[in-house]
């Protein structure tokens, strides 16, 4: 059995594990990550695309911003749109700042090829994972390696970053916490297909028939969404069908805009929740990304949620660990909390405001507050802030 002594186990190689491996480097402070999967498959791995202006301010900071600056595309807004209506909010004129598109597999290679240069150990494929004596002075992890041999981590702190399904979660709740959970009547059909953008800026529509949404990746590769049922079988939609419904409900036809359609290249239902657990951390282990909160991606928080509990956590740990100051780590879970809820409401209200749930009623009131939202700078500039993202420090 390979004892490897070290200041933080990092549970999870994603964008929060290898950023917060990243910020503690940088600052002396050493760090293992763990995680369950091949680099292969966490770095191809299609998630969000919208990165928040203070979370691309940051990675310039922390040295990881300049291929970022060259590549990614400034969103300066969004559209809002119902039969018959198409609004553009504009959050740099709203409040002074937008979003940029570049999807989280671009940044992650970022995080990657910046933990390669400071050379420190990262183990994938990993096997077993389990978190010992979080009460302890010196906490563990420990787990078997790609070629199966036993290893144990021995550290002063532990960052669990390995998501909804990780082993982190389970060991906070198993010994402390409380959860909080929304679970959403609906899912996602969405597909990535081999086709440009068939607008400048995301599109966000509401629709009698259901929710969609056209998002891209690149000038040559766009993502689009449709409002499904939970139980919904994917094989019995051909892509045909899901050309078909986006058209109508992002209104194809409509004014001088239309819908260009091309290949399928992945295709995938996606139910989801609401789910937050409080608090964030238990004796030394502290959570931060998914492990400790997932949102639905109306509002395009979940990676910059991640990324703005790793930009707290990182200088708590070497406060702690390095200068012997625990007050921030202390502090970690309350100031984390703030921005969570913050967030989880944003994305349930958006969430709520778009999606149908087959009741008339609600429906009216939807087309009644995108009106108000779309005519009313004060609600336009209350959506624009959530939306562009709220100072990491909040």
Known sequence: MQT???DVAIIGAGPAGLLLSHLLGREGVHSVVVERRSRAYVESRIRAGILESAVVDLLDEVGLGARLRDEAFLHKGIYLQWPGERHHLDFVELVGRGVFLYGQSELQLDLARARDEQGQALYYEAADVTLHDLDAEAPSVTFLDAGGEPVTLRARAVAGCDGKHGPS????????????RRDYPFAW?????QVAPSTDELIYAWHPDGFALHSMRSPTVSRLYLQVDLDTDLEAWSDEQIWDALAVRLGAGQGDWSLERGPVL??????FASFVVAPMRHGRLFL???AAHTVPPTGAKGLNLAVADVALLGPALVAWLRDGDRGLADAYSDTALRRVWRSTHFSWWMTTMLHRVGDDFDAQLQRTQLAMTTSSPAHAAALAESYAGLPIGF
């Open 169 to 180: 979660r389970q060991a906070l709740l198993a010994a402390a916490g409380t959860t909080y």
């Open 189 to 193: 059909l969405g597909i990535l297909a």
């Open 266 to 271: 992945d295709r995938a239902v996606l139910p």
């Open 4 to 6: 490897i002594e070290t």
């Open 288 to 290: 931060a990304g998914d």
